[in-house]
């Protein structure tokens, strides 16, 4: 009869004992609920000011891309005789003086027909550097032809380099090549006026008379 008290009185001597236990781990539970709760807390306010910092910086300027810079373009002033520079894509030469026009085909001084700047670097300036002659003029009608002809088409006369006709034509002829700012010369065929020093048409080479 002893048998059943005893195991009752054991129980119920556990049974403090259990609920102490399931008291403690509920506490412990409470605790690692609140400890995180709180450590969730204090992390959110640091993502937050975090965050504002990122939106506060301001935004990277912008630069606009670097523009192109234009090739320089050489153009030789001044009249004929003198050395060649690279020009702009509109500019023409002639091959027998060196002379540049714009808008034109023909030399106003020899009624060369002009070339690009490129073919004459590539040919006649050779030519020029190599002590050869870049052209053939009359002495009479001042007209300038391509080497190769040995009189002058126009007026029969012989032609001479025009190394030799730049050097023995007078002073005042060499003088006169330079424009003189005064307006006196017209086209008959197309009307178009020159300067009193030009002597050919630069559109169809005609030669030009003293308007009146």
Known sequence: MSGPSSTSVTLASAQPMLV?????????????????????????PQVDATTDQVRALPAPEQ????RPRPRPQLVRSGGGGG???????????????????????????????????????????????????????????????????????????????????NATRPRSRRNSTEPSGVIARICPVCGAKYDLNARFCGHDAGELVVIN
């Open 20 to 44: 102490a236990i399931i008291g403690l781990l509920s506490l412990v539970i409470v605790g690692l609920v609140a400890m995180a709760i709180v450590v969730r807390k204090r992390s959110r």
């Open 63 to 66: 630069r606009p891309p670097p």
């Open 83 to 165: 050395g060649l520079a690279v020009a702009t894509s509109t500019a023409m030469v002639c091959p027998t003086c060196r002379t540049e026009y714009h808008g034109m085909a023909y030399c106003t001084r020899d009624a060369r027909r002009l070339v690009p700047p490129e073919e004459m670097l590539g040919g006649p300036l050779r030519a020029l550097t190599s002590g050869k002659s870049a052209g053939l003029v009359c002495m009479a009608c001042r007209r300038a032809y391509e080497p190769g002809l040995r009189s002058c088409p126009h007026d029969g006369n012989e032609l001479v380099p025009f190394p030799v006709y």
